[in-house]
């Protein structure tokens, strides 16, 4: 597994391991087990600092990555969520979650919410934070009745479950990439297609067997070997042929993502945002705008605070980084961008005087209610809300001959092309071992000069277009068998010598849910019918000069599975159900196809 997919996969973890920090000197460690309300018992590593002459606030991670080092004699080589953290005293507290490491229970995979708990065996993550919660502060001295709690990633999820019914001491709580919505668009499923490449590498880091309480895990299987990750998921096939060749039936969770590839009952009970009514802590949300696992987790549950919640404390921040990297020591450019500047850095000051002004009543807290950067431009601009309001609609219509119209379209005809389960498109032009993050800002060259891949580009701009928010593909579009993948792709085309087309944003639908995630429709073959798919949150400026192009196409491999163009249960799909499909893209008068996204005024 390549280093930058398992710091992704691991959260904070490792970024605290790599921190420029001290280490944890000035501080002693405890570790000891918290009882939770119906008996089990949560391992937590405790750091106190050695000087006693104030009252502490408590900063926390809870985590199923391990709080480890283990034994109070090794310490961890930094405390807190980022370098600034070093010389500010907190008691920081790390606890593995129910189930994991060495803590007690049994590990559910996003534990659903109890909204009305009715006795003590009606626990979830909100419940075990509060319990956490209540025996730190009566049973750890110098704490001065205030925490605060942070995570990446998965810890994100249990950042953001500890908002509904909080603990009255909880002041302020930061969800980074938090996981929140499996299917419609993090880490499991986006808008119902399933994320292969990743789930199949995490969940054999991830999800051993755990018959009793352990310090580390194995792998689920110690055959797999990937030299070129496109040839190894294409040879092993169908979905079923993994679980048959490597998991055997190990993997707990993997065999509940495939047992329920709907949005039915268990993925609708993993869903946070249905509960985050009433929050009361200070919020700071954190995403990345080339986070490949939980853009959509940050943005979302930064929505569903603002929705549900009046007079709501809660902040913004979305920058130009991958899963995590707003935790590195420099984040300066990624891929082929250079933002001219330490956005990390910018970043963790904005975290730290959160953190300070809420838990110890100092420093200077002054963030704007969402704090964004712009790529192409490389600015951060300040909002009172978002997605922004001084914005206007910008519709830009598909065209014969390739064309993109931003103002007036010339409407006829159609695009088609032939998709074929056997010949994928890939999601890089690069070959690799796992997943590459650079995808999401790579050259789609490659893509554009296939036969499978339909594009349309503007003429060259005359001004600057700042787009912001979701962007929204509104297809008129038929396929000649029962279902098929629609993935759509904003590109800035730049005016180098080689006119690289620099991915901006892409998403997929299934086809089959594009009018419920609930309950999937098969098409009617060769029947013209609406399509829309919206795709994650943009913040971006194109250039004068440059042109904008959008691709279409219906295999995104190996990074989703391959769909078989039959309406049917595609984790049970056998090798011969896979079919090719002849899909056409509408843009008459009658049926026009276009992108809706919202403009910066």
Not at 225 to 238: E, S, V
Not at 435 to 448: G, H, K, P, T, V
Not at 570 to 577: E, F, K, T
């Amino acid at each position: 597994m390549k280093i930058t997919l398992l710091i992704a996969l691991l959260g904070c973890s490792l970024f605290n391991a790599c921190a420029q920090q001290t280490a944890a000197t000035g501080y002693r460690k405890i570790e000891t087990m918290i009882p939770m309300r119906d008996g089990v018992k949560l391992f937590t590593a405790i750091y106190l600092p050695l000087d006693s002459s104030e009252n502490y606030p408590i900063l926390m991670q809870r985590t199923p990555y391990s709080c480890a080092p283990y034994g109070e004699q090794n310490v961890r080589r930094s405390l807190g969520p980022n370098k600034f953290f070093a010389n500010e005293k907190y008691i920081f507290v790390y606890q593995d979650v129910r189930g994991r490491h060495m803590s007690e229970g049994i590990f559910e995979e996003m534990t659903p919410a109890i909204d009305n708990k009715k006795s003590k065996s009606d626990i979830d993550e909100s419940s075990d934070t509060y319990d956490t919660v209540d025996w730190l502060l009566k049973n750890i001295h110098d704490n001065n009745g205030k925490v605060g709690i942070y995570g990446i990633s998965y810890p994100g999820f249990y950042a953001t479950a500890a908002l509904p019914g909080a603990h009255p001491a909880i002041m302020a709580v930061s969800p980074q990439a938090p996981v929140t919505d499996e299917f419609e668009g993090d880490d499991a499923y986006h808008r119902g297609a399933f994320f292969l490449m990743d789930n199949f590498s995490f969940m054999n880091f991830f999800d051993h067997p755990r018959p009793e309480p352990l310090k580390q895990y194995t792998q689920v299987s110690n055959n797999i070997k990937i030299d070129d990750a496109y040839d190894f998921y294409l040879q092993t096939g169908t979905l079923k042929n993994f679980n048959n060749t490597y998991f055997k039936g190990q993997s707990k969770i993997w065999n509940e993502y495939l047992q329920h590839a709907t949005n039915d009952s268990y993925w609708q009970a993993r869903n946070i945002r249905k509960h985050l009514y009433n929050i009361k802590p200070a919020t700071l949300v954190v995403g990345g705008l080339f986070d490949a696992e939980d853009m959509f987790g940050a943005i979302n549950t930064y929505q569903a605070i603002e929705k549900q919640n009046k007079g709501n404390d809660n902040r913004f921040v979305f920058g130009p980084w991958t899963h995590g990297a707003w935790e590195s020591k420099d984040w300066s450019h990624f891929g082929s961008y250079n933002f001219n500047s330490n956005t990390a850095d910018y970043f963790q000051q904005i975290e730290f005087d959160f953190f300070n002004h809420y838990l110890k009543g100092k420093g200077n807290y002054n963030a704007a209610e969402a704090t964004v950067f712009f790529t192409g431009s490389n600015e951060w601009k300040s909002f009172d809300v978002w997605p922004p309001k001084n914005t206007s609609t910008a519709t830009w219509s598909l065209n014969a001959n390739h064309e993109l119209s931003l103002d007036k379209p010339r409407l006829s005809g159609y695009d088609d092309y032939v998709s074929d389960p056997a010949n994928p498109v890939p999601y890089i032009n690069q070959k690799s071992d796992d997943r590459i993050n650079e995808y999401l800002c790579a050259d789609q060259s490659f893509a554009s000069k296939r036969s499978d891949v339909l594009y349309f580009q503007s003429t060259e701009l005359k001004n600057d277009i700042t787009i912001c928010g979701p962007i929204t593909a509104n297809l008129s579009a038929s396929i000649s068998t029962t279902d098929a993948d629609f993935i759509v792709k904003v590109i800035d085309v730049l005016p180098d010598g080689s006119q690289t087309q620099q991915l901006v944003r892409a998403e997929i639908l299934r086809g089959k849910f594009r009018n419920s995630f609930e309950k999937p429709e098969a098409f009617v073959p060769n029947k013209i019918t609406d399509i829309k798919l919206v795709l994650n949150d943009m913040a971006h400026t194109f250039l004068k000069g440059h042109k904008i192009m959008i691709q279409i196409q219906s295999s995104w491999f190996p990074l989703v599975d391959r769909n078989p163009q039959q309406f049917m249960d595609i984790p049970s799909a056998n090798d011969g159900d896979f079919k090719k499909s002849t899909i056409r893209i509408y843009h008459d008068a009658e049926h026009p196809s276009s992108i809706t996204a919202m403009q910066l005024n």
